[in-house]
């Protein structure tokens, strides 16, 4: 059998699956592709990744390639072949693509051309096999494996609180479970055409966006690169039905809009206002932008709650009262309770950290079964974010830990970053902090305790972080101080390393980052 991705897949045939707008800027390649197309192109990649095997047999295959119809293919062909997909990020410098590839125990690469240069040498270094997308495709398909939906099928490196980022680990079931559930949820149907902007190495992209698209038979439009002017463009042409953004996005968006003539403004807003639904997520959409959107597009935005691990878990309602600053309710086949520090339930008003069960619920942390183990309770994961309900509707407090940050929809760990600045040779000791910001929900920032006589300017700190931290985790504002706020633990304070940046408005670097 088939996995049930690709047997739905051959109902679509002639059907438009994937669309690149010409010229868009760093396409791979760009135009029109069908089913058919996917299903053909990810066979013939199939039959080059298992070579002489019958089954990949749950090898990790990483593979770099800009978002477009190259990267869908190769997604399918690894799992066609067996294989377990483990996307890596764009931006990512190479030690951060180096952890990803070591940490998934990866045996081959694919990498677009673009990536030549970085990959080839990881893969030269480490003994894996490495292919270019650019090389032939074999023209004879192989007999490709029957793949089991209970078995892996990716990879998503995510930040947590301790050190580096761990790899969630999603089963074809799991993946299956979380689309189904929005499908069902949102009405997915195969009428649809989505604008597909987000980044390809995050759930909200593969699963909440492309999967969701091809699982229903849609065609999903995939910008290659995020540009307010582009994606302006395609909503006026006014032929999308659905559209998803973090917080961030829309910010952008909003601007963009503010900053137009009267008329373009007008055909802007008509092509909102013909699609059927516009959703946020990924971080909390401020009810100041939530009304900002719907003076714009006429749409009152849908917010949801969901996580790498879980995929998406709470939802305001495609039909019915949506609520500003609440997440709804849970999607279906999800099964969401609040607890207290000692696993007792609590009542309505009272908040509680969210734990979640349900077929959408990662397999596990990979090669971490300590990590796994510690992550759930009683079979519930615990997501660590608290909320409380109120009229029988979820509203998100927040983080348990002052350790994640949300920047521009990215989840980054602290530690994970002060870590690697404290391989600065200037850098005696710091501290990591996410300060609240309009545009980009937090901003991270470090407090900074400098060894040696020289200053470090803003701009030689973040071109060495920039070396080694992926761009959005590289902090954006710097403090320099005598001593770190400790408590009598000798611990960091980090609510009052946020105040001493809330009152420190200047020297702060542009966000030079796409959001997410
Ligand atoms: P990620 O695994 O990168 O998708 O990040 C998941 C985290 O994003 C969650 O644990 C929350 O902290 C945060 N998050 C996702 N959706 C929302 C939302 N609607 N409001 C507030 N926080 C959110």
Redesign the pocket.
């Known amino acids: 059998m088939n996995l049930p991705l690709i047997i739905r897949a051959e109902k679509h045939n002639e059907k438009t699956a994937i669309l690149v707008p010409r010229g868009c800027a760093n396409a791979t390649t760009d135009g029109v592709f069908t089913y058919r197309d996917l299903l053909h192109i990810s066979s013939q990649i199939a039959t080059g990744l298992i070579q002489n095997t019958e089954d990949l047999q749950e090898q990790r295959v990483a593979f770099l390639i800009p978002p477009g119809f190259e990267y869908v293919a190769t997604q399918w062909g690894i799992w066609r072949a067996g294989g377990i997909a483990v996307p890596l990020c764009i931006s990512h410098p190479r030690p951060e693509l180096e952890y990803v590839i070591t940490n998934s125990g990866a045996s081959i690469i694919i990498a677009h051309p673009n990536f030549e240069g970085i990959l080839r040498s990881l893969a030269q270094e480490h003994n894996l096999r490495f292919i270019l997308t650019s090389e032939t495709l074999p023209s004879n398909i192989a007999h490709l494996p029957e793949v089991d939906i209970t078995r892996r099928a990716l990879i998503l490196y ?1 930040s947590g609180t301790t050190g580096k980022p761990k790899g969630a680990v999603t089963t074809h079931q799991n993946i299956q479970a979380q689309v189904t559930s929005l499908i069902t949820a949102w009405e997915w149907t195969s009428s649809d055409r989505i604008l597909h902007i987000l980044p390809l190495h ?3 992209g593969i699963v909440n966006v492309l999967t969701c698209a091809l699982w229903a038979g849609a065609e999903c439009h995939i910008l290659s690169k995020f540009d307010t002017e582009t994606v302006w463009r395609r909503i006026g042409d006014g032929d999308l039905t659905l559209f998803m953004a973090v917080p961030t996005i829309y910010v952008k968006l909003i601007a963009a809009w503010e900053n137009a003539s009267k008329e373009r403004q007008k055909s802007m807003s008509e092509g909102c206002a013909k699609m059927r639904l516009m959703v946020s ?5 401020s009810v100041q932008v939530l009304e900002k959107w719907q003076s714009v597009s006429g749409h009152f935005l849908l ?6 691990e879980i995929g998406m878990a709470l939802s305001n309602p495609l039909h019915g009262e949506r609520l500003s600053g609440y ?1 709804g309710k849970p999607l279906p086949e999800v099964e969401v309770r609040l607890v207290d520090e000692s696993t007792e339930l609590v009542p309505p008003g009272t908040p509680g950290e969210i734990q979640v069960k349900g077929p959408g619920v990662f397999l596990e942390y990979w090669q971490n079964p300590q990590a796994t183990a510690k992550a759930f309770q009683d079979g519930w994961f615990c ?3 608290t909320a409380v309900v109120e009229n029988d509707n979820y509203r ?1 407090l927040g ?1 348990m830990s002052v350790d994640i940050i ?1 920047t521009g929809g990215y ?1 980054v760990s602290a530690l994970e970053i002060e870590e690697v600045l404290r391989e600065h040779p200037d850098i005696q000791e710091c501290a990591v902090v996410g300060v609240g910001d309009l545009e980009w929900g937090e901003r991270v920032c470090a407090a900074l305790v400098l060894q040696g006589s020289q200053p470090l300017t803003l701009q030689a700190f973040r071109s060495w972080a920039k070396e080694r931290l992926a761009i959005y985790k590289v902090p954006t504002q710097i403090l320099t101080v005598e001593e770190l706020p400790r408590n009598a633990m000798g611990k960091v304070i980090k609510p009052t390393v946020v105040e001493l940046f809330a009152i420190l408005k200047h020297n702060q670097a542009d966000q030079d980052v796409r959001p997410m």
Do not use: N, Q
Not at 281 to 285: M, T, V
């Open positions: 995510t995050h759930i909200h997520g990924s971080a909390a959409l917010e949801r709650y969901g996580m790498t997440v997501t660590g974010d998100i983080r949300k989840k």
